[in-house]
């Protein structure tokens, strides 16, 4: 009777331990989930910041070089007008664009409307 208690109590004893091992584990797989679901969050937001990062100095980038062209455009029309003879070169160009100009207008707008 005493041996069969102490086995009674023996076995309680290992399915104690058995269920806090077991509860042991689901705790620190719950805390390893969240762990990594907090770390691909992070990870995320961390790779919007860089991405818009990169747009926002691709922008400031492209801005530049289209300021420096527009400068450099400038700068030759100036130095043709300053030119010999520059004035008439400067005016056949805007007639060109004048010409090319009118040429889309009227491509655009052939739309006759009859009563």
């Excluded at 091992?21 to 992070?42: D, F, P, T, V, W």
């Excluded at 691709?58 to 420096?68: H, M």
């Excluded at 056949?92 to 739309?111: D, H, L, P």
Aim: glycine share 6%; proline share 2%; no cysteine.
């Amino acid at each position: 009777l005493i041996s069969q208690a102490m086995e009674f109590q023996a076995e309680a004893e290992r399915r104690k331990r058995a269920q806090i091992l077991e509860s042991e584990g689901l705790r620190e797989a719950a805390i390893n989930k969240a762990e990594g679901e907090k770390q691909k969050i992070i990870l995320a937001s961390e790779a919007a910041k860089v991405n818009a990062i990169n747009r926002a100095q691709g922008e400031a980038t492209s801005i530049t070089l289209k300021a420096e062209a527009t400068n450099n455009s400038i700068e030759t029309i100036r130095e043709t007008l300053m030119s010999p003879g520059g004035e008439k070169v400067v005016a056949m160009q805007v007639a060109e664009k004048y010409i090319a100009a009118f040429k889309e207008i009227a491509r655009e707008g052939n739309t006759l409307v009859l009563p």
